[in-house]
């Protein structure tokens, strides 16, 4: 009997501790919950600064903005919080896609559509998948553009702008595979089923015109052009994606071999920045250059040499190094041919140092994006860190349960032995 109150007292104190041991984990984490939500929203609060300095820098410095977007995936990968990942790697792909580096895009594209799937508040992807089908068309990639485009319109909602331009991708893919009576009704089906402002007017236009010229129907192409250019609204700017569809067309124009001079003098002198009531020296020279291209493809030499003498005058020491330095080098082209060899030999020297600027600046612009492809590494390295870490405390926390398991199998089986060897 005394050693059955004894053995009764021994597990009377290990429940005791048992408990005393659970309600004191317990509290630990009530305790630790508390802090982590504090922490959470202070950090949230950095994390919106982060995201809104990198959005701001994405222009001016992109090499600063991924450092400040490199913290800001930091904090939302701690804290769980999917929105502000998936905002991150739109940005980063945003701006891989900005100096060219479509692959690189692709991939945080994609994360960014990984991190929506996962997030609670949901998202847009629609958008995501629009970029992400322009950059499968510029790499060629029709299936892969295709699938894009089709994800954004069945993700696209009520955005009608990004599903329009989703379906205009699929315009785009048939032409890509060479179906042009595909991709022309593809355009009309855009024109009919959505609402037309004046420059998606102008952009269905300009993508007629690329499938016209492909068709080698330069007069229809011609005129598609023309018509895109008319229908930009009168002294606003372009946007981007815009200019760049239009600008497309009109170096497909100005290269097809058989036209006339004249209509191709009226496209190159017709282009979007000529639009725009800021239109840069940049532009102005730009397109003076492309009229004078032509005359000089037909040896209309003293038509180009016109158009040479009015970008030269626009020259300053704010114009980008390389389009000096192709005025300088038709400038000096010229004066050789007319038999003016001293301002040839100036003209040519100037074409020389400006070339070396321009080498100069390319070569700080590779600087830059090897700097950038930099950046991006980090954020890999940092990214498999943490899921090491976690996979690591994970796995701490799993041997932590079995011990508990052992340690309690343990005591079982000592009190059973008590209970055998005093009975």
Known sequence: MKYIRHIFLLLLLLFSTAAFSQKTEKVRKEDEQVEEKKA??????????????????????????????????LYARKDGNQADQAEAYTMLGNIYEDIGQHELALQRYQQALDAISRSKEGGNPAPIHQRMGQLHLELKSDKAAELSFKRCIEFGGRDQAVQQRCEEGLADVALLRGNANASISQLDNVEKNYKMDSASTARLEAKRSNVYIQQNDFPRA?????????SLPEGAPVCKEDYQAIEQAQTQLLAYEGSDVESKVEIAKKSPAAN???????????????????????????????????????LNDRTDAALAAEVFGKSAEINRRKGNLTSALDDMQRYVTEREKAIAEAQAELEQQVEIVKGQQRI?????????????????????????????LLSLLLLASLVFLFS
């Open 222 to 230: 011609s005129e598609s052009y023309l018509d895109a250019i008319n």
């Open 380 to 408: 890999d390295v940092q990214e498999k860190d943490y899921d090491i870490e976690v996979k690591e405390r994970a796995l701490l926390q799993s041997q932590l349960s079995r011990q508990r398991i052992i340690i309690g």
């Open 40 to 73: 959470s929203k202070s950090k949230r609060q950095v994390r919106r600064n982060y995201l809104g300095e990198a959005s701001a820098l994405r222009e001016k410095s992109p090499t600063e903005a991924i450092k400040l977007l490199e913290e800001a995936l």
């Open 276 to 314: 725009d009531p800021v239109t840069s020296n940049d532009e102005v020279i730009s397109g003076n250059l492309k009229v004078a291209t032509v005359y000089e493809a037909e040896k209309k030499w003293t038509e180009a040499e016109r158009f040479i003498a009015r970008s030269k005058a626009l």
